[in-house]
């Protein structure tokens, strides 16, 4: 194998084309338009809660501390205000599964987070199977907060634990004892909900094999139903906070990749089956079984399960990808109020795509979801013609060389030794890879 060649950074792909790509052509009127276009198929309800009650320094994720209670007012009502317009802009629109992200979502606290979950029950149609997950911080969780969660619908609540060493908690800011996650978890079940994701990181400051070994043993006492374990991206350039870390602290390359390696092995050992890059669910999980069945997607919040791909998104730099492009919030809070409050979207970005770009972004989401595609097939779905498409993508020889792929009559399987390296394989199907090279996070 190429030494170096797969230490380039590499989007995550929970896009294509990705947020690198977008720009400022797409506003709120286009995303407006693009809404009432919508033909009615149902698609996700993504709500961004861009606030945590204090900052953890690996966090790459758009939020900052937040407790002034005025902000929290005006934010939430902001959320009620979009949601109000989302409504009347596209009001044959059915919710298939409602995501609470942040940030820290109940950091809005009980009575807001509580009237904007009623806000969404009186304006939309739901499918009665919806996935409604939330992210939880499990230091914050007590029972009140259980009981509001569980007044939302909650199906399922994803627990941030990262790792249980204290060495490491100490790196990054983040100190959360095992006993504070599993009196969450208690207070939690005892609400009535019962599907639990654990997410952890490897490759953080001052994590060894050994740390990461430790931290697994105690996850996998808590018996969640799946495991999201991503590798940390350190992006300081992104996240200035992330300087507060010391880079001299980091594993290289060749103990992240062990580090990967071992997650697998002990978590498929646990009675998880792989699912994807980074997930890993109980055999009987829907997860599991979607995978299973070729109907896993992925959206901007990893491995989803609901039928359609289309997501509308609430919320400071939330993310919506409909049908003609993908539109994003203002990442600022305080300009995302006030787009909100003068009475429009808050779009600050996005892109159109095109019927390639719309190919290109299939394969690559099952490469990412199944690690298999039939390419041939897929173009022929596109109205592409398949033979020169498929010579077009000049990076997929060095893949073959390599054994990371095979390829039988365009049909693209990735190759064990492939699977950890998934997001490169992907990038030879990514036609603006080589103009965002250097811009994106690490590979494994
Ligand atoms: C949006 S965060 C929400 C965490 C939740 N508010 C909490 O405090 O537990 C969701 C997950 O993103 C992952 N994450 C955040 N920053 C990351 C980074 N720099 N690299 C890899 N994963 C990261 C963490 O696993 C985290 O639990």
């Known amino acids: 194998m190429r030494r170096g060649f797969y230490d380039r950074?590499?989007?995550?792909?929970?896009?294509?084309?990705?947020?690198?790509?977008?720009?400022?052509?797409?506003?709120?009127?286009?995303?407006?338009?693009w809404l009432k276009e919508?033909?009615?198929?149902?698609?996700?309800?993504?709500?961004?809660?861009?606030?945590?009650?204090?900052?953890?320094?690996?966090?790459?994720?758009?939020?900052m501390a937040m407790r002034r209670e005025g902000t929290l007012?005006?934010?939430?009502?902001?959320?009620?205000?979009?949601?109000?317009?989302?409504?009347?802009?596209?009001?044959?629109?059915?919710?298939?599964?409602?995501?609470?992200?942040?940030?820290?979502?109940?950091?809005?606290?009980?009575?807001?987070?509580?009237?904007?979950?009623?806000?969404?029950?009186?304006?939309?149609?739901?499918?009665?199977?919806?996935?409604?997950?939330?992210?939880?911080?499990?230091?914050?969780?007590?029972?009140?907060?259980?009981?509001?969660?569980?007044?939302?619908?909650?199906?399922?609540?994803?627990?941030?634990?990262?790792?249980?060493?204290?060495?490491?908690?100490?790196?990054?800011?983040?100190?959360?004892?095992?006993?504070a996650t599993a009196t969450a978890l208690r207070c939690l079940r005892a609400a009535g909900i019962t599907k639990f994701n654990i997410d952890l990181v490897y490759g953080l400051p001052r994590q060894t094999l050994g740390t990461l070994s430790r931290t697994l043993d105690q996850a996998l006492t808590l018996e969640p139903n799946r495991f999201a374990v991503f590798g940390y991206a350190h992006v300081p350039w992104m996240k200035p906070h992330q300087r507060l870390i010391d880079a001299g602290s980091l594993p290289d390359g060749a103990t992240r990749a062990a580090m990967a390696a071992m997650v697998a092995d002990r978590l498929v050992a646990g009675g998880y089956v792989q699912v994807g890059l980074d997930h890993y669910a109980k055999a009987g999980d829907a997860l599991a079984r979607a995978a299973a069945n070729g109907k896993l997607h992925r959206n901007?919040?990893?491995?989803?399960?609901?039928?359609?791909?289309?997501?509308?998104?609430?919320?400071?730099?939330?993310?919506?990808?409909?049908?003609?492009?993908?539109?994003?919030?203002?990442?600022?809070?305080?300009?995302?109020?006030?787009?909100?409050?003068?009475g429009g979207f808050a779009t600050a970005r996005g892109i159109a795509v095109n019927a390639?770009?719309?190919?290109?972004?299939?394969?690559?989401?099952?490469?990412?979801?199944?690690?298999?595609?039939?390419?041939?097939?897929?173009?022929?779905?596109?109205?592409?013609?398949?033979?020169?498409?498929?010579?077009?993508?000049?990076?997929?020889?060095?893949?073959?060389?390599?054994?990371?792929?095979?390829?039988t009559d365009g049909q693209l399987a990735v190759t064990d030794r492939g699977r950890p390296l998934v997001r490169y394989i992907c990038a030879a199907f990514d036609r603006h890879y080589a103009d965002i090279e250097g811009k994106h996070t690490h590979g494994v």
Do not use: K
Request: net charge negative; hydrophobic share 40%; glycine share 8%.
């Open 300 to 342: 901007f919040q990893g491995y989803v399960t609901n039928d359609s791909s289309w997501v509308a998104g609430v919320g400071a730099s939330a993310i919506s990808c409909l049908p003609n492009g993908y539109s994003q919030n203002s990442s600022d809070a305080a300009r995302y109020m006030a787009a909100i409050a003068a």
């Open 356 to 407: 390639e770009d719309r190919l290109r972004g299939e394969i690559i989401g099952l490469l990412m979801c199944c690690q298999a595609v039939n390419i041939a097939e897929a173009c022929s779905r596109f109205g592409i013609e398949s033979d020169s498409f498929i010579a077009s993508a000049e990076g997929l020889a060095p893949l073959l060389r390599d054994g990371l792929i095979t390829m």
């Open 38 to 63: 919508f033909d009615g198929a149902s698609a996700a309800l993504y709500l961004h809660v861009p606030f945590c009650r204090q900052l953890c320094w690996y966090c790459a994720c758009h939020t």
């Open 73 to 179: 007012d005006a934010y939430a009502e902001s959320l009620r205000q979009e949601l109000d317009l989302l409504a009347a802009t596209a009001p044959d629109l059915v919710i298939d599964a409602i995501q609470w992200g942040g940030g820290t979502p109940t950091q809005l606290g009980t009575s807001r987070l509580a009237d904007v979950g009623r806000q969404i029950d009186a304006l939309f149609d739901r499918r009665a199977d919806a996935e409604i997950s939330i992210e939880v911080d499990p230091r914050y969780c007590d029972s009140e907060i259980a009981e509001v969660i569980a007044g939302l619908g909650t199906t399922r609540v994803s627990l941030g634990v990262q790792d249980f060493d204290t060495t490491v908690q100490e790196a990054i800011n983040r100190p959360q004892t095992f006993d």
């Open 9 to 33: 950074p590499v989007p995550r792909y929970t896009s294509y084309p990705t947020a690198t790509q977008f720009d400022a052509s797409i506003g709120p009127v286009q995303h407006g338009e």
